[in-house]
Structures are given as structure tokens and as C-alpha cells.
């Protein structure tokens, strides 16, 4: 297959995205395929052909992703055009016989670039602009979640300029964690101890999107697991050695211990892999995702959120959890397509 493996963009979780997109395309072309890696925002003008042409059977994976890092000092002044496809990106992607999002957070996550490709019949991975859409925004997700029957943690929605409550009256109160509604990866996540700690949170949250979330802090263990066509996958724990998962853990070599299988008694792997799946079809998504979990010292379960895109190297946890099965990671990418050019298939029908 030709392939576009899309990644980069103007989001906060960039980087990640080039380095997804990379351990991608290489491994698609481990099998076989000849694809090419592409920042969605910067483009590659150097690649000025469409269909076979452009999809060469020699291609050096790192070039591309050095080209795409090229631009990161040039993004704000990019910004500025009235167009956010790069040069290029819509026709290579139409050229394509697949495009794989290795995309994370906004203009890639939320389902905007899914509706153009709907549009312009561009087949993609992952689900649908309605579901990348709604998994995105942790208000909507949260009231979708108690709607549906998934546990939840408590929480409340902040709008930048209101009045803001004291963790005493909100309720939700102390600790609490403090989040941007539609953001990633951890990026401008606080939790709370006191008032002090409370204010500072939404100060830093507000810096970086106008809606954020509050909600009650689950001490315990914190879990996350794939679902991939309906269907769960091995429970990964995971465990930083200090601190929260946060954005210097997610990606820090030897910040975080993940375990996965994760040592859980049977039962107890079922109920989490039970309401990942409730969490899944709870938000409309389809194709695949991954659902991140709290569970207290009661073995309360608590869904987090769900993304619709998640982190795709080859020490990444859904990849993980793949290889927990016996899938390998190039095998993982194939499946991934698979899976999704079918349900987009089906979707078209309908």
C-alpha cells in the first residue's frame, strides 16, 4: 500500500507526534508498504509529485523527520497563513491508499482534519470527526461517561473570566486535579492540596486553554487499556517513580514503571477491560483508542478519558499491550489500518 503516515502539526504534543510518526513509517515499510512521512502543518514541498511517484521504494524515514523538526523555529511566524494544510499534505493524502494519523492533540485528536478527510474521501486511522471530536473534550466525555454507566471521577468545568468558586463551595473539593479541557499528554495538569495549590492550577490551566476541568483526585493505581476493534486488550499499570503521570513521566526514559500485563487478579482485569469497552462505545468512537483509569484502594474503578490517537512508538503502551498478545509492533500498525479502512468503509455505506 502507499501510505501517509501524517504527524507534526502546531499542537503542544508536536514533537511526540514526529517521533509516533516516525517508529510508524518505519515500521509500515518493515512490511512492505511504501510510506511516507509527512508533517500535516509544514508539508513537504520538496516532493512535488502525486500517485506512484510519490511514493518511492527507497526512503529515509529520519530525512523526513528532520525536514518536519526543520520548521519548529518558524511555527509562530507559520501560523499566520490563513490555510493550515501544508503544502502538498491534501494531495499526497488523496494519492494515498491510506493516510495513518500519527497525530496527537488539537488539529489532529479532535476530529477536524477526520471531517475534511471525510469530505475529500481521504480513508485515515482512528475513528470518526464525531468521535475524535467528542473524546477530545473532557466535559463532554465526563457527561457522556455517567450517562452511559462508565465510572467517573467527580468534576466541574471552569470557563476563563467567570468567577472562580474556592475548592470548599465547588464541590469537588481538596485534593483536586486540574486540567485543560481539550489538551494532551498531560501538558498544564496540576493537582491540588490546598487553596494555594488550587488557584496556581487554574492560573497555569488558563494559560494554555480557556475551559478547564476540576475534578476529585483518585489516590491509587492508575491504569490504561487499548481497545482495538471493540475488543480489550491487556491492562498495562502504570507506575511513576515519582510524582503523577505528567508529561516529564510519559516521555522521560526510566521516569514511570509499566507493567503488562498489569499483576491484577482475573476478575479484576475484567471489570477494567469491561468498562473500556462501555468507555468506547460510551463516546461513539470506533476503529480504536485507549482509555486511562484510576483505581482507590477499594478497587473502585474510575475512567479518565479516552484517546482516540494514542502514542504509537514501539514502547508506547498500546504497543505494549500489543505485544503482551503477541503482536508485534510493524504488525500492530498493519492492523491498525485494517481495522480502520474497514469501519470507514462502513461508515460510507451507511
Known amino acids: 500500500m502507499n501510505i501517509v503516515v501524517l504527524a507534526g502539526g502546531i499542537s503542544t504534543e508536536r514533537e511526540i507526534s514526529i517521533v509516533s510518526g516516525t517508529q510508524v513509517c518505519k515500521a509500515l515499510r518493515q512490511k512492505g508498504h511504501r510510506a511516507i512521512l509527512l508533517d500535516v502543518f509544514c508539508g513537504d514541498e520538496r516532493i512535488d509529485k502525486t500517485g506512484e511517484e510519490a511514493f518511492p521504494e527507497s526512503y529515509d524515514v529520519d530525512e523526513a523527520a528532520a ?50 478527510f471525510d469530505l475529500l474521501a481521504i480513508p485515515y486511522t482512528g475513528s470518526d470527526y464525531l468521535g475524535s471530536a467528542i473524546a477530545m473534550d473532557k466535559d463532554i466525555t465526563k457527561q457522556l461517561f455517567r450517562e452511559n454507566g462508565v465510572p467517573t471521577p467527580v468534576g466541574i468545568v471552569l470557563h476563563k473570566g467567570d468567577e472562580i468558586a474556592a475548592p470548599s463551595e465547588n464541590g469537588v473539593g481538596l485534593p483536586c486535579v486540574v486540567k485543560p479541557d481539550c489538551g494532551g499528554s498531560s501538558v498544564g495538569v496540576s493537582i491540588a492540596y490546598d487553596e494555594e495549590d488550587y488557584y496556581k492550577a487554574v492560573e497555569l490551566g488558563f494559560s494554555y486553554e480557556n475551559t478547564l476541568i476540576v475534578e476529585q483526585y483518585i489516590k491509587g493505581r492508575e491504569f490504561s487499556c487499548g481497545v482495538v476493534d471493540g475488543e480489550a486488550y491487556p491492562v498495562i499499570e502504570i507506575a511513576p517513580k515519582e510524582g503523577f503521570y505528567d508529561y516529564t513521566n510519559k516521555y522521560k526514559a526510566g521516569a514511570t514503571v509499566e507493567t503488562c500485563p498489569a499483576d491484577l487478579p482475573q476478575a479484576l482485569t475484567e471489570k477494567i477491560q469491561q468498562a473500556c469497552v462501555r468507555a468506547y462505545h460510551a463516546l461513539r468512537l470506533n476503529s480504536y483508542c485507549r482509555v486511562d483509569l484510576m483505581m482507590d484502594a477499594d478497587q473502585n474503578i474510575y475512567c479518565l478519558e479516552a484517546n482516540t490517537l494514542p502514542g504509537m512508538t514501539p514502547t508506547s503502551l498500546l504497543p505494549q499491550e500489543a505485544a503482551a498478545l503477541g503482536i508485534d509492533f510493524p504488525t500492530l500498525c498493519e492492523h491498525l489500518i485494517e481495522v480502520s479502512l474497514r469501519d470507514h468503509d462502513q461508515n460510507r455505506i451507511r
Open 67 to 116: 525536514w518536519a523538526r526543520s520548521f519548529d523555529e518558524r511555527l509562530a511566524e507559520l501560523k499566520k497563513r490563513k490555510a493550515f494544510f501544508g503544502p502538498n499534505v491534501l494531495e499526497l493524502c488523496r494519492s494515498a491508499d491510506a493516510v495513518f494519523m500519527a497525530l496527537h492533540g488539537s488539529n489532529g485528536e479532535d476530529g477536524k482534519i477526520q471531517a475534511a
